[in-house]
């Protein structure tokens, strides 16, 4: 079965700095990977996803995230993070085709990221 | 902007009362979600359905139960509210497309629910 883990519950960065939230997965084989984000009280926003190609995905809001195979991982990062960037970040992985879990999301259980002015 | 709609926003309910949660979607997407997400913990995908008249279980066993009687419309009921039920419910979609097209997912914006 595939997992997700996101080591870090809560980072507090400056604003201004550089942001890098960890994401490890299990899966058997290459997964379909992504990055969101929530704001309190709201829904889940799709940031960037992985399918296939470069390692090295853009996403909205001037995020990126590096699929590094090798390490099981796919961690988010942002060159300067801005007090709107504030918010709770979930990655995510999603089976390819074949098998039961195909077209399911499974979520890790998020990093909250508070920014200090 | 989003497409897909959950009401309540915000439920407060007694023990023993039976609720539905409402989720509808104007993109014509075929696939449909409910997730429930307590606080500091993933996501626990609860149902889901690939099209009108399929319903499946998720990982998450759950007390709920869904329908999907037109395409647009999955509400979630709960026959009898209970104290454990209190959480918040994320109703997703996705279009048909198959490989990671089908992974487009679109979130409603919740409903947070909590039995007292």
């Known amino acids: 079965a595939q997992s997700v883990t996101q080591p870090d519950i809560h980072i507090t960065v400056s604003e201004g700095a550089s942001l890098e939230l960890r994401c490890n997965y299990s899966y058997g084989a290459t997964p379909y990977l992504f990055w969101y984000v929530q704001s309190p009280g709201q829904g889940l926003q799709l940031l960037l996803k992985?399918?296939?190609?470069?390692?090295l995905v853009q996403g909205i809001k001037g995020f990126e995230a590096e699929f590094k195979r090798s390490q099981s991982s796919f961690n988010l990062r942002k060159p300067s993070v801005h007090w709107s960037d504030a918010a709770e970040y979930f990655c995510a992985v999603g089976a390819r085709a074949g098998g039961t879990s195909y077209g399911k999301l499974t979520f890790g259980q998020g990093t909250i990221l508070t920014v200090h002015p | 902007e989003a497409d897909i709609y959950q009401t309540p926003r915000y439920l407060v309910i007694g023990t023993g009362k039976k609720i539905t949660l409402e989720c509808s979607q104007t993109?014509?997407?075929?696939?449909m979600y409910w997730y429930q997400q307590d606080p500091g913990m993933e996501l626990h995908l609860i149902h889901y359905?690939?099209?009108?008249?399929?319903?499946e279980k998720g990982d998450l066993s759950s007390e709920s139960t869904v329908s999907r009687i037109r395409t647009e419309h999955f509400p979630l009921t709960l026959e009898s509210a209970r104290p454990s039920h209190t959480s918040q419910y994320l109703c997703a979609s996705s279009e048909s497309a198959t490989g990671g097209s089908l992974y487009g997912y679109t979130f409603g914006s919740g409903t947070r629910l909590t039995v007292v």
């Open positions: 992985y399918f296939s190609g470069d390692t």
């Open positions: 993109m014509g997407h075929d696939k």
């Open positions: 359905s690939y099209g009108v008249n399929s319903t």
